[in-house]
């Protein structure tokens, strides 16, 4: 809970005397005024009430007792609250008796959330020989209905609620919480008891009480459970300096189960996080008004492929008194491994997801959508499926580009000349396939993982041949062809128009030869040595079937251009084989398939829960009293 405001409240008990036909009891009504800063009413009530406990003795038995209200009341603790943090009513009586309960707010409404009542049983005129000591806490859900603001809820009837042994009476209820400009409203909002029916109204009876009599209340008619609602999702952010390191979106709610199921909505209005980040371990500590106190802990882990993953190790849940801020209850789990997903990922799940904390404890989660590690931006990451998807094709999409270039221009090496054999386009077509096996696979969600395989077995193949072409096309154009007697003109081009039907070489140290020449040949005598089997450093003398000499310049070219491609692809194909292989075995990130629904604790039966705002889960059906064989009061 945020700051309390300073409170000037003024507080006056009116006593009341609850007298019988033959006896009476004394009752006190409550009169309780909160005043805000400006010393201007914030929160009126008056109410009466009576507690009915069963509580068990050093002998193993159980006794029923009655507490009531004492001459000396107090309201500690009691707060006005505001559009963010909820209203506070608050009193203390008797030998550390205490009782509570917040009310919450809307634009338009307000209405009592969380009744929680505290009895001692170090109180021994009231718990004689009572087995179990000191104080014990009860917390229950209001039935109250949204009360429209500025408006007074009046309920002259009796209300009650059963939890734990414990039935809590109330009648001639006025509150109203939340009062604007420090006046109190003169509009009146009406239970549903209060409200007049055809049917003429029967005054309560009232029985003599004895030891051996029995008062009983004829329980109204049962109402339909109102469906259950599930909790607003609330947005949670921890920093180191200005940076954001951890965020989390989540709907919250607790199953508290011990005599009876409790569901808990953790209101985000009131919820306040704090917390650790680092590099491998984080922690979200979300504290919901100084009551509700839940810590998760994600851990780093490596995967067998060496790729780190983060997940959720441990939970704990804190409840606490409102009042005094005693513990309630308080549960630990630490050997989760949920809501995994890569690091530098965020990990969403739509869904509703129960934790099991322990056998009394559970967690229900909703719209849950966290990332703990390697923020970015102060935006979530968009999961690690879709960044590996896009790499996947953007190394793909290259791979296939150069696989095209590389067939374009060893093609086009391969037709400058007839008798020189280029193998370069072939890695263009393997590397090529694969590449395109692999874009059609990234884009599988069914059959991805085969597809890619074997767009890895192509493109592997592709490398070893890439690896091969550029070594021979390399060598061949290094060793094999010498530009400078073209450059230098020495070489002479036969056409059919042209070409005599031999030249005549003058090779040095040695006679002229006359070798025949077919047509369309680029002919070079400077590197023609006339038969001899030793032939000049350089190469090839001839290129037949080609439109020029200058087409061996550009075959020069075209040679080392294709090396060069076809190591560029040795390398691509090497690293995009290494990211699909990364890939192939990833499952989208999608809300509707990365997370998995679990049932709940069987100590809750989901197909009867209770009607949920804030803290719910008590049984939506009319108050009653319990079968005690006897109540020591009397109702006039």
């Not at 400078?484 to 081009?493: E, S």
């Not at 075209?558 to 040795?570: D, E, K, M, Y």
């Amino acid at each position: 809970m945020g700051p309390r405001s300073p409170s000037a409240a003024s507080s006056a008990l009116l006593f009341l005397l609850l007298l019988g036909s033959s006896g009476f009891l004394q009752s006190y009504a409550v009169e309780v005024d909160i005043k805000d800063a400006s010393n201007a009413t914030c929160l009126y009530a008056r109410w009466m009430m009576s507690f009915f406990i069963k509580y068990e003795t050093n002998s193993s038995d159980y006794k029923n007792t009655t507490l009531n209200l004492s001459s000396s009341v107090t309201h500690n603790g009691s707060v006005c609250g505001n559009d963010t943090h909820a209203a506070l009513l608050a009193v203390q009586f008797g030998e550390g008796h205490s009782w509570s309960i917040n009310f919450t707010k809307t634009n338009e409404t307000y209405q009592g959330d969380l009744i929680t009542f505290t009895y001692n049983t170090n109180d021994t005129a009231v718990f004689p020989d009572a087995k179990r000591k000191g104080p014990v806490t009860i917390v229950v859900k209001d039935t109250m209905s949204p009360v429209q603001l500025n408006n007074v809820f009046v309920c002259h009837s009796i209300e009650s609620f059963e939890a734990e042994n414990v039935t809590q009476i109330f009648w001639n209820v006025t509150v109203q919480a939340f009062v604007q400009n420090g006046t109190i409203g003169e509009k009146e909002s009406r239970c549903p008891a209060d409200t007049p029916t055809s049917a003429p109204t029967v005054p309560p009876t009232v029985a003599n009480i004895t030891t051996a009599s029995t008062t009983t209340l004829s329980p109204a008619p049962t109402t339909a459970p109102k469906p259950v609602e599930n909790p607003d999702t609330g947005n949670y952010s921890l920093k180191i300096g200005n940076k954001t390191c951890l965020l989390a979106t989540v709907g919250l709610q607790l199953n508290v189960s011990h005599d009876k199921p409790v569901l808990i909505n953790v209101n985000p209005k009131t919820t306040s996080a704090d917390g650790t980040c680092g590099n491998t371990t984080a922690m979200l500590k979300l504290n919901d008004g100084n009551s509700t106190l839940i810590s998760f802990t994600f851990v780093v882990k490596n995967t067998s492929a060496g790729v780190p993953k983060f997940y959720l190790k441990e939970v704990n849940v804190t409840l606490l008194n409102r009042l005094n801020g005693s513990v309630i209850s308080s549960a630990d789990n630490n050997n989760f491994s949920k809501w995994d997903a890569f690091l530098g990922s965020s990990y969403m799940c739509r869904k509703e997801q129960t934790l099991e904390i322990s056998d009394d404890i559970q967690i229900h989660t909703f719209n849950l959508w966290i990332q703990p590690f390697l923020v970015k931006a102060n935006k979530f990451s968009t999961g690690s499926f879709n960044r590996r998807k896009r790499n996947s094709l953007y190394v793909t999409v290259t791979l296939l580009i150069v696989s095209v270039l590389i067939l374009t221009v060893g093609l086009a090496a391969t037709t400058r000349t007839q008798n020189v054999t280029v193998g370069g386009y072939y890695p263009g077509v393997i590397l090529g396939f694969g590449s395109f096996l692999g874009i059609i696979g990234s884009n599988l969600i069914e059959n991805k993982r085969q597809m890619l395989v074997a767009s890895i077995v192509f493109i592997s193949f592709g490398v070893i041949a890439a690896f091969c072409c550029a070594i021979v096309d390399g060598v061949f154009a290094a060793r094999h062809i010498d530009l400078r007697p073209l450059y230098a003109g020495r070489c002479q081009y036969y056409s059919k128009s042209t070409t005599p039907p031999e030249a005549i070489c003058h090779p040095q140290r040695r006679a002229p030869c006359t070798p025949k020449i077919k047509t369309n040949t680029c002919f070079c005598c400077d590197l023609y040595n006339c038969g001899n089997r030793v032939e000049i450093s350089g190469g090839y003398y001839e290129y037949i079937d080609v439109s020029s000499c200058q087409d061996i310049i550009h075959l020069y070219h075209l040679l080392w251009s294709a090396t060069i491609l076809n190591i560029v692809g040795l390398f691509l194909g090497i690293i995009t084989a290494a990211i699909l292989g990364g890939f192939k075995d990833m499952t989208p990130s999608l809300p509707t398939l990365n997370c998995t629904v679990e049932n709940a604790h069987p100590s809750v039966s989901y197909y009867s829960r209770p009607q949920v705002t804030s803290y719910n889960t008590y049984y939506h059906s009319t108050p009653h009293l319990p079968p005690y064989s006897a109540y020591d009061f009397q109702l006039v």
